[in-house]
């Protein structure tokens, strides 16, 4: 059975947090990151830290945080990430976790802005 956990890439004083059931997450990271490189991938901030590392041959540092003893819904497990996202400082430019309310408004405020854009 597979239990999920919250992970934090970091270089130089720059954190990225992250949550997986897949203990091969970090090697996924480096992976897209080479994809990335060769413009068969979106990028992503924790590119940045790979970036940044490879500059003095290095690679970031990857740590679980919280291990999860119990199977969490993939939601349960986000908002946990979030947690850690809003509580520290971080490079994270996406939310892990947004409720309906909050997604709702973000969505209002978007087509608001748009439409403001528009004229």
Not at 67 to 92: G, P, S, T, V
């Amino acid at each position: 059975m597979k239990y999920g956990f919250i992970y934090k890439i970091s270089y130089e004083g720059l954190d990225y947090y992250g949550s997986s059931n897949n203990k091969d997450r970090f090697i996924k990271h480096k992976n897209n990151y080479k994809r990335y490189k060769n413009g068969k991938y979106n990028y992503t901030t924790v590119f940045d830290l790979f970036e940044n590392a490879k500059k003095n041959n290095e690679l970031p540092i990857f740590e679980i945080i919280a291990c999860f003893r119990e199977q969490l819904c993939r939601q349960c497990q986000r908002k946990i990430e979030q947690r850690f996202i809003d509580n520290n400082k971080c490079i994270n430019k996406n939310n892990a976790y947004t409720d309906k309310k909050e997604y709702r408004k973000r969505k209002s405020y978007e087509k608001k802005n748009l439409l403001n854009q528009q004229g």
